[in-house]
Every structure is written in structure tokens, then in C-alpha cells.
């Protein structure tokens, strides 16, 4: 019997999770998803994201395939795995692709968004959930700096280091910081982003408004491709990958 | 030395704990705050709460006060709090008052917020937090029938059977339903609450809208004073202690 290739949209709480890849050591979201699919299915099944997520980060929209012989539809597959699944995951959306769709390959767009709240008080209903910076951020400053992101460059200097991938250059299409109440977002929307990318950029927005980092100096970082220069890793647990298009 | 008697407002995210009260099973809120209180002044401190909230019920706004000899300023007093205590509560107020004022008795009004998460698959970032009820709401219905809790009665139908309270008569100045997208606020305000009132009060709008219980009768189920005749308890989760007034 023919494979099919079943993309699934999931949103979930990384808080418990070591991540989206399957790993030796600890829960990943792969693996709760492989084991949620194999009972389902009774089937040796593949799943493959569209991105290898950190542990604690978390996602508003993610997406995965699953390849399977299963011939149950869509519809009560989305069932199953809701009800499968641990409740810090959900399948948002469940539908049949080409047998050539690649979640990660064939993406041509990725938003992330990272959340602070920067309150005078830490937030009990915020941990895990937003990074709690107690400093006053000036988001319209680094709104203004956040521009210097957006372009096509080599971001050698906004990538761990730990990072293998060979060709450094992506596309930058829009970045901000805005002001919602006590929670000051950071978004970042890209054809593709390196290893810890998103938090390297926004620990860098940060140094700025602390002036550990000058201002109006981004692009000349970005143009160094040195590491050392940018700012700080800002912590995994206020990412969200937000939404990936195709 | 005089005693002190100090005004703690807090919030509280109450999914890991037993409820305000210290009890000899589980760790509760007044316990971590005793516990935090001693520390920090070194001193045998009293903490009194102004309610009595369930295990796994949040307060966006909760009063206590702690009774003690400590010197500490009241800024110090917070930060100190802040730093010890655990991050799902947090102090974000302090301050003295008169010696007389009592946290409970004192108090005029308080408002409750029952959450409901409306949408059509669960959300894994309302896991504890809001109550997931997938059948449709129609808000509409639901404000319009919430209106007949709105009075001064003795609140009996809506009282848990384990309450030891002698007289029942409450009154509820405020009830409403709204809809905030995919989320439903019930929102309840009055001069104190029995047990469980908040929780049975919800679930009897729910089993109206379901049809469980027929529209229109909110009013005879108060004057029967028949427990039996109310909806269910809507699950603690779902509940916050949203505001106290003095």
C-alpha cells in the first residue's frame, strides 16, 4: 500500500520538553508525537518537523509530517492525537500533502516571536512563558535598531557557535519590538534562521537598550560575522516560533 | 516591641498548591508565605489571608497580612519576599496598617473571574489555567441569565454541602458572561461568597446552556434553597480571585 504524507499543525508549551528533536536524554515533542502516531496507526510511522526547537522553547504554530500506510481520515486522526497526546500539545490542523512536501525544506517563511515581561514584578502566571527582564526596555529605541536586522546577509555573528551549517546567509523580512502592557514583543519573520539566531538578536536589542552595546551599530556587527561582538543568548523560555508558510 | 500589621496584596498562580490554607497535607500558600515571612524577619510572624481559595483556584489579586515585629521597611520587606518566595507567587504590594485591620472581615467586595477556554481543540498554554469546554457557548444566553444571580439571597442551592456557615445570604452585586475570542469570562462580584459558590454558580450557567437546566430559572433555584436543584461545580482551574476591596 501506498505512503501517505500527512501534515500535521501542532502548538505546544515546551516548557516540559527537551526540545522537537528525539534525543537520548529526556522528552522531546518528536518523540511524543512518534509514539502518539505508532499507537494510533499501528504503523511504523516517520515524523519530520519544520524546525529542531530548543528545550523550552515553544510554538504558537508548528509543522510536522507523518509518513504512513494508515488509512484512517484526517479528521479523526486529528482526533486521536489530541486525545493521545499530552495535554501541553496540541494538532491544530491535520491534512493529506504531496508525498514530496517537506516541512522544513519547503519552507519558504518563518515568524518567531519572543516575549518579556518586563513588569515591575515577576509574574507567577508568565514563568516559563516570557523572559522576566525587570530593567524598563525602551521598545520604540530598539524598534528603531531592530531595522538594521531586516536584508539578505552572512549572520555568522548572530549564530551559536556550536552551529555546522556551512552557508550562513539568510534573508531577514521584518523585525520589531513593540510595547503590549508589560510584555514587550520582539518579532522576527525570515526565510530561515540560524542555530539560537532569534535569541542572539534579541539579547543583542537588549545590551543596546542597556548600552552595553552602542546604538546604530548592528549592521557593523552583522558585516564582523564575529560572535563576540553581538549580545547576549536571551533564555530559550520566551521563543515562540509563531507561524511557518509555505 | 509593637506589633506590626502589614498589608500584603499578592498573585498567585495556584496550580501546585493545596489552597491558601497551611494544612498537614500539601504545600499551600499561606504555608510558603509563613515560611518566607520567618525567614526574612526572624521573627514568630502570623499571616491571615482574606479568602480561603481551593487547590488548584489563582488570585490575580489576593490580601493578607502579616502580624510581626520585624523593623524591615515595607520596600525592603517586598523585595525580600520576592526574592525568596517561589516564582508562582508574587508580592506586589506592601504596606502598613492599622493594627485592627483584619484581611477577611474588612473586606467589602470581591470579584471573581471563572475562565473558559471555548475553542475548538484544546490550548496547551491554558493547561491549568482556564477550564476546556468544547461545546459552543452562546455568551449571549449566558449574560442574560447571569443577571438573576444579581441581589441580596440566601444562597443555599449554591453553597457546597460540606460549607458550616450559619447564614447563607450573600449578596452578588455584578454577573456577566463575555466572549474574548475563543475565551468566555464569567465575572462575579459581590460582598463574600460560600463555598464553592463561585464554581457552582458557573456551572449552572454551563447546564443552562447546554439544556441540562431549563433557561429562566435561576431565580427558583435560589428560593428553593435545594442544592440538588443547581448545576455542577465547574472545576477549581478555571477560577481566579480577581480583586479585593476595602
Given at each position: ?18 526540545g ?5 536524554n529526556g ?12 499507537q ?5 510511522v ?6 529542531r ?5 515553544h510554538a504558537?504554530m508548528?509543522?510536522?509530517t507523518?509518513?504512513?500506510q494508515?488509512?484512517i481520515?484526517?479528521d ?6 489530541n486525545?493521545i497526546?499530552?495535554?501541553s500539545?496540541a ?13 522544513r ?5 518563518k ?14 502566571f508568565l ?8 530593567y524598563?526596555?525602551d521598545?520604540?529605541l530598539l524598534?528603531?535598531?531592530?531595522r538594521?536586522?531586516i536584508?539578505t546577509?552572512?549572520?555568522s555573528?548572530?549564530c551559536?557557535?556550536?552551529s555546522?551549517?556551512?552557508?550562513k546567509?539568510?534573508t ?6 513593540e ?7 520582539f ?16 539579547g543583542?536589542?537588549?545590551d543596546?537598550g542597556s ?8 549592521k ?8 563576540s561582538r ?9 521563543l515562540y ?6
Open positions: 500500500m501506498d505512503y501517505r504524507n500527512i501534515v500535521l499543525t501542532l502548538k505546544y508549551d515546551g516548557s516540559a520538553f527537551h522537537w528533536q528525539t534525543q537520548p522528552i522531546t515533542v518528536q518523540q511524543c508525537m512518534t509514539e502518539a502516531a505508532r494510533i496507526t499501528n504503523d511504523e516517520r515524523i519530520t518537523g519544520c524546525s526547537t530548543d528545550a523550552g522553547v504558537n508548528f509543522v510536522c507523518l509518513k504512513s494508515t488509512r481520515p484526517c479523526r486522526l486529528k482526533g486521536a492525537f486525545a497526546l499530552p495535554d500539545i494538532v491544530t490542523d491535520c491534512r493529506d500533502a504531496d508525498i514530496a512536501f517537506h516541512p525544506y519547503d519552507c519558504k517563511k515568524t518567531y516571536k519572543y516575549m518579556i515581561w518586563n513588569g515591575n514584578e515577576k509574574n507567577p514563568v516559563n512563558r516570557a523572559y522576566y527582564y525587570k524598563e526596555i521598545e520604540k524598534n528603531e535598531q531592530a538594521d536586522f536584508g546577509y552572512d549572520f555573528a548572530f551559536a557557535c556550536a555546522t551549517v556551512d552557508d546567509t539568510r531577514v523580512y521584518g523585525a520589531c519590538v510595547r503590549q502592557g508589560d510584555i514587550v514583543v518579532t522576527f519573520c525570515g526565510n530561515g534562521f540560524l542555530y539560537n539566531m532569534v535569541r542572539i538578536m534579541t543583542t536589542l537588549l543596546i548600552g552595553r552595546i552602542p546604538v546604530n551599530t548592528i557593523d556587527i552583522i558585516l564582523s560575522k564575529d560572535r553581538a549580545g547576549v543568548t536571551a533564555p530559550a523560555h520566551g516560533l509563531d507561524r511557518v508558510e509555505y
